[in-house]
């Protein structure tokens, strides 16, 4: 089981201290503290920035679903327990996603079922996590997004030698329409946004992509493909020369007459690259 910070926040003290010695025996959790008010409760979470609050509902002054709402207004990614002793609450608590909703007296059983339920869910964040961070190594060491690279992988006959696993390590997939294609990232000279799609320019071909500009910059790297402007990647392999224009801008010129702009606040990424990498 994953390991679970949490804090308890609860008016009542034999109610508040009761919960805290009962969490404290489960091995994975770990009690920060605990708060007799929401406003106390909130001071604590965002210096502590427990993973779990086990809030009381019926507090004096600002209540419990009160302090949830705000934290979700706020983005707090704390998950919310809702404890109390008053059933009808419960359809507004789920309203907040609340993970769970203890009635009170609740038994051991089905505290330990509170419990095992946040670390099975904090275990597929850790995941998630983990997803992300593999997403985006291998994204700056092939160019490639864990999907494209697992389609690649799908479509790819079986690789018999480390030859044609580099060869496929430099070919980004793409959907296009209902299809997938597979394109070399040699042949890939820039990407121009167009409203809700992308423009891929090849060598060859230009290849109409629903995705954004944000998507290609995670799943490329940008020390070869650095974003230029609002609406343009560019492949620096390609780039032949960088002219300044009146305004303090630059034009870069990409071969075969291919002019794109390139933004004020991205210029000097572009004259680090040229001719050495940023």
Known sequence: MSGISVLVVDDEPLAREGLALRLA????????????????????ISVNQPDVVFLDIEMPGKTGLELAEQLREEGNPATIVFVTAFREFAVNAFDFQASDYLLKPFSEERLKECIEKLSSAMDMTQVVDKHKKLGTLLSRKTGNSIDSFIHSLEVSNELSNNNELHELQQIISLKSGSQWIRVKLDDIVWIEAA???????????THIIRKTLKQFEEELDSVHFPRVSRSAIINIAK???LTPNSNGEYVAELGNNVQVKVGRKYKFCIEELKPRAC
């Open 195 to 205: 409203g809700d799609y992308m423009c891929v320019h090849t060598i060859n071909d």
């Open 239 to 241: 780039l032949s020369t």
């Open 25 to 44: 025996e489960y091995e994975n959790i770990t009690v920060l503290g605990c708060c007799n008010n929401a406003k106390q409760a909130y001071d604590a």
